[in-house]
């Protein structure tokens, strides 16, 4: 993430990890980060970026918290 050459952050790692748990193809998800599907497979399987949380059991709250809503989060 510090690389200048880096493609990727924390919060596309979030979004990764998010669009895979809806049931996104992780080829998809590969072309619209410019990244190849492996990558992808890496990130999803927390082989990589492993520090960026939350952690997998997590995930469900961001995929389900109403954004538009002001309420805090469940």
């Given at each position: 993430?510090?690389?200048?050459?880096?493609?990727?952050?924390?919060?596309?790692?979030?979004?990764?990890?998010?669009?895979?748990?809806?049931?996104?193809?992780?080829?998809?998800?590969?072309?619209c980060f410019s990244v190849t599907q492996s990558r992808?497979?890496?990130?999803?399987?927390?082989?990589a970026w492993k520090h960026i949380w939350p952690p997998?059991?997590?995930?469900?709250?961001?995929?389900?918290?109403?954004?538009?809503?002001?309420?805090?989060?469940?």
């Open positions: 993430e510090k690389s200048p050459n880096a493609k990727l952050n924390a919060f596309n790692v979030l979004e990764i990890r998010a669009r895979a748990a809806n049931g996104e193809s992780q080829r998809d998800i590969a072309k992808i497979s890496y990130i999803v399987q927390r082989l997998k059991n997590h995930l469900f709250i961001l995929l389900s918290w109403d954004y538009d809503d002001n309420s805090r989060l469940p």
